[in-house]
């Protein structure tokens, strides 16, 4: 990730830490999924255990009930996540401020990597991944869910509509909301860093909001503000052309005095491949 769009995440994240339970309904759902998952695929209690993202703690506190006696850890870019993480787990995990691409920790530490609704905001996946083997042990488990390409599909359509209404089809404003990655892009990258029994699989998630501001409210309120608008290039544009926005979207989606939001969930499981030796054969 660029220094400066990691700072940006890093600010936005810490800004809103103390609001992010009271809004992430999607993401406390996704953190049961997850926990399901490492419960079906997860080969024993793992000795140490890494939550990339770990935002507020509810992830770590998912483990820690689930391995009471394993050792935990929790990375945040944000650092006032990691606070609130800190305080809710206790004393009984380990926390560190820093980054999914520069893992700051000794290869072959972990039997098991978690990561809920964090990688989507990684620049890099690339090098997120090649550090999720690094720091695995041999056969050790990664388990990360992430929004995919049809995450807020609603809000882009409407958007690059009134951006075209406006502007143009080719005006440089119509590529300004965030690019959520696609499984085959997913894909593509695992297989670069020989990752074993792969499973990658995809679900919907539905909300509801009252209306458009009360839509980029709540996507704003747990800090996601980059997921609408771009610091770098100037915003979304002015109060006509949000107007713009919101009306296709009440005309196209709105039912019963509600419109939809849809969040596409990217689930990822996969092993680090066994190394051998081929010195002790």
Not at 168 to 197: M, P, W
Not at 249 to 277: L, M, W
Request: hydrophobic letters at 40%; aromatic letters at 6%.
């Amino acid at each position: 990730m660029a220094a400066d769009n990691r700072t940006r995440i890093a600010r936005a994240f810490h800004r809103q830490a103390g609001q992010y339970d009271q809004h992430a309904s999607v993401q406390k759902r996704i953190v049961s999924r997850l926990d399901q998952l490492v419960s079906i695929h997860q080969k024993g209690t793992p000795a140490l255990a890494l939550d990339i993202g770990c935002g507020t703690g509810a992830m770590l506190a998912a483990l820690q009930l689930r391995y009471p006696h394993s050792r935990l850890c929790g990375l945040d870019l944000a650092l006032n996540m990691a606070k609130l993480s800190e305080q809710r787990l206790a004393g009984k995990a380990m926390h560190v401020n820093g980054a999914a691409e520069q893992l700051p920790f000794m290869g072959r530490a972990f039997d098991l990597i978690v990561s809920a609704s964090t990688l989507q905001w990684v620049d890099r996946l690339d090098l997120c991944f090649e550090e999720c083997q690094r720091v695995l042990k041999d056969d050790g488990l990664l388990c990360a869910a992430f929004f995919g390409g049809r995450t807020l599909w609603e809000l882009h359509e409407c958007y690059r509509e009134a951006v075209t209404s406006r502007y143009g089809a080719h005006d440089v404003r119509i590529n300004r909301l965030h690019r959520f990655r696609g499984t085959e892009e997913i894909q593509r990258i695992l297989s670069c860093f020989g990752y074993k029994q792969v499973l990658i699989a995809k679900e919907m998630e539905m909300e509801h909001h009252r209306n458009v501001p009360d839509l980029l409210r709540s996507i704003k309120s747990i800090g996601a503000a980059t997921a609408v608008r771009s610091e770098a290039t100037g915003g979304l544009g002015g109060r006509g052309m949000l107007t713009d926005m919101a009306s296709i979207y009440h005309t196209r989606f709105e039912k019963d005095g509600q419109i939809p939001v849809s969040y596409e969930v990217i689930y990822v499981v996969a092993r680090r491949s066994v190394q051998v030796n081929l010195s002790q054969r």
